[in-house]
């Protein structure tokens, strides 16, 4: 059985650069299929406000459709408090055999700091995607050793652009999916008021 790759993330919101990421992990690394899970609250944002879960929610729902290598889980939401990796692949592995747990190269230099590190390597492999800009740090530490570097396109798109953008009025088309950029407008979503 193939593994499967948990990609975490605020996705305030989901944009195709997180698309065209995901998928080039799991062409690169043969995985049954990638699920998206949307944090409740990240331990990395936690004095970050983000836009209420079921819009982030219903905005990976609308990005994926139709996709049928691409899933999504609201595991994280469902527990309405601050979303740690370790409990989320504790719940995941009663599920999946294998999982490959997909993380930026950002994450992997602080990697120590997350809750439980020795134990995330044991419920899953580790994922980095890295560019050919990612600097290599002076220090490998155990985590940096034992992950596995992939690299994938370099798509300069960020969520908190396009909420600069829709902030302004200025278009978001081929940053975030059609349904998605319909669902944004239609709810009126990043809006001074919505901040």
Known sequence: MKPVGIFGGTFDPIHLGHLI???AVREIRGLDKIIFI???ISPHKVEIKSLEARHRLQMIKLAIKGIPYFDYSDIELKSKTISYTIDTLRQLKKEYMKIELIIGYDNIL???TWKEPDEILKLAKLVVLK????KVPAKKDKFFRSAIF???????????????RTASNLPLDFLVPPLV?????RFNLYKEKNS
């Open 21 to 23: 990421t995901a998928q």
């Open 131 to 134: 560019r050919s800009i990612s």
């Open 110 to 112: 602080d990697f120590d």
């Open 181 to 185: 950029k319909g669902y944004i407008c």
């Open 38 to 40: 949307p944090a409740f």
């Open 150 to 164: 992939v690299n994938t396109p370099a798509i300069e798109i960020s969520s908190s652009e396009i909420r600069k």
